[in-house]
């Protein structure tokens, strides 16, 4: 028998693994170092770039720094500036290095992060992360939690809990028996939920249409006399879906209405906190999360307001049981360390990333302070981008800033619903395309709106005053070519 031969590089000296590594160092340093001297906008399109990737499957491989090389040459061109300072779109964190940095070692390490069993550090690290996040946001400290992608899946591992907790009560155990002939459980969500809480509803075979949606005020906050009335007497298996945060306006549900009143019911209350529910971790904005530590699940993001690198988010549940009953992936091959707590048995997926790593290096590294303190900072640039816009004539700041959103009109009260659009719609392209921030549009309450989200870590004031500058210039550039 002759020796297999590697058909390809696969294996690296130590000299070349340091290079490799070294090269990544340096390029990811370049890139971060460029953004002020960036357009805000990719300077390649989508179709530009499947022409960039196009190329027959390589038959024959390369080295990996070769490899790596050309994939850092080719994307570049097409990244979107999410890390920069003056990114305002969606909402969206910006990576800090610290996280950066720690997410490599995550992956250096290959830590597939299922059971404490097999990786004691990934688990132990991501335990007590979820101790300190616990604290930091001051929630109920015998909650259970589990590191997921982001809020998207941690809506659902919440709601799953939820779903297992009220069927148990009705004598139905859902995880055997699946959703057939279950009874039914009614769900009550604010009008102005986020789109992703809709997707873990119909994941979970609750139905994104047959939800109750309560009426909501001009902040997207729901009315406390719609609810009370749609709570009504009965006390049939409920879901309550509140928001910490709603992703246009940054408002909070009113908590002291909802949860004592959902409780009476015998209700799962469930909060998506994707970034809003980080106010709790400042002292200045905690009082509009105050009351919602009294729900029975919470769905947060570490990649917003905690700057971790993609992804990471958090499913809280207070009642640790029925979280595990959720969600526990057990095999006779899986081995189990007695009460250990084992990672997979909070989340979906059985192998994952080890994202204990980047949180634990986020909060060690930011402290209380420095995260209560990038909040509170973020909070107040908000203010003085809205300030900065409503100087001008006929920009108008929509909602009331009470934390770190801004949700713009553009034309003033005298046009019609649909010339304010227009004027709305070509004022965001004309930012875009002077790209020396970003920011993107979305409809608020039947109007074409500029949605600003001030999240990231590295922005200042300076850089607040050229992009409000900027979106005035855009808005005098569209207002122009209309008179
Ligand atoms: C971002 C966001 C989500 C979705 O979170 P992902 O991290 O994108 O999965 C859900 N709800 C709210 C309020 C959000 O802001």
């Known amino acids: 028998m002759t020796n297999p031969k590697p058909l390809s590089p696969i294996l690296l000296t130590s000299s070349e693994l340091k290079e490799l590594f070294d090269f990544v160092t340096e390029r990811s340093v370049l890139f971060r170092e460029s953004f002020n001297e960036r357009p805000y906008i990719p300077q390649k399109n989508y179709a530009e770039m499947r022409r960039i990737f196009s190329a027959p499957l390589p038959e024959k491989g390369c080295s990996p720094k070769q490899a790596v090389k ?36 995550t992956s250096a390490w290959g830590q597939n992060t299922a059971l404490s069993a097999a990786t004691p550090a990934a688990a132990a690290c991501e335990e007590e992360a979820a101790r300190w996040l616990l604290e930091l946001i001051d929630l109920p400290r015998e909650c259970s939690v589990g590191f997921t992608t982001g809020a998207t899946i941690a809506n659902f591992t919440a709601l799953a809990a939820a779903r297992s907790h009220m069927l148990r009560q009705q004598g139905w155990d859902v995880e055997a028996k699946g959703l057939f002939g279950a009874p039914e459980i009614r769900v009550l969500i604010g009008d102005e939920a986020h789109t992703t809480v809709y997707s873990a509803l119909n994941f979970l075979g609750l139905g994104s249409q047959r939800v109750i949606r309560v009426p909501t005020d001009s902040m997207g906050r729901m009315k406390p006399s719609d609810f009370r009335s749609l709570m009504g007497r009965e006390k049939k298996p409920t879901i309550v879906i509140a928001q910490a945060g709603q992703i246009n306006t940054g408002a909070f549900d009113p908590w002291d209405d909802i949860i004592p009143l959902a409780h009476e019911h015998g209700a799962w209350v469930h909060v998506d906190g994707a970034f809003g529910l980080w106010a709790r971790a400042c002292p200045e904005k905690a009082s509009l999360a105050q009351g919602c530590e009294r729900a029975d699940s919470w769905a947060v993001d570490g990649h917003k307001w905690l700057q971790t690198p993609y992804d990471c988010g958090f499913a809280i549940v207070r009642h640790a049981e029925a ?133 990231g870590w590295a922005t200042t004031q300076q850089d607040i005053e050229i992009s409000a500058a900027a979106i005035i210039d855009a808005y005098r550039w569209a207002k122009s070519r209309k008179d």
């Open 323 to 455: 979280h595990r009953r959720a969600m526990t992936i057990a095999a006779s091959y899986l081995p189990t360390d007695g009460d250990n707590r084992d990672p997979s048995h909070y989340v979906p997926e059985l192998s994952r990333r080890a994202r204990g790593f980047a949180t634990w290096t986020m909060i060690r590294a930011l402290g209380r302070e420095g995260i209560a303190a990038m909040i509170l900072r973020d909070c107040k640039l908000t203010e003085l981008m809205a300030d900065l816009l409503s100087r001008e004539p006929g920009i108008t700041v929509v909602n009331d800033v009470v934390l770190n959103q801004a949700v713009v009109r553009f034309g003033g009260p005298s046009l019609s619903t649909e010339d304010g659009d227009l004027l709305t719609r070509q004022t965001i392209d004309r930012l875009q395309s002077q790209a020396l921030c970003f920011a993107g549009g979305g409809q608020w309450k039947g109007q074409w709106v500029m949605r600003l989200s001030m999240i």
């Open 70 to 105: 050309e994939l850092a040459d080719m994307t570049e061109p097409g990244l979107a500036p999410m890390i920069g300072p003056r990114f305002f779109g969606w909402v969206i964190g910006a990576s800090h290095p610290a996280g950066v940095a720690a997410d490599w070692l």
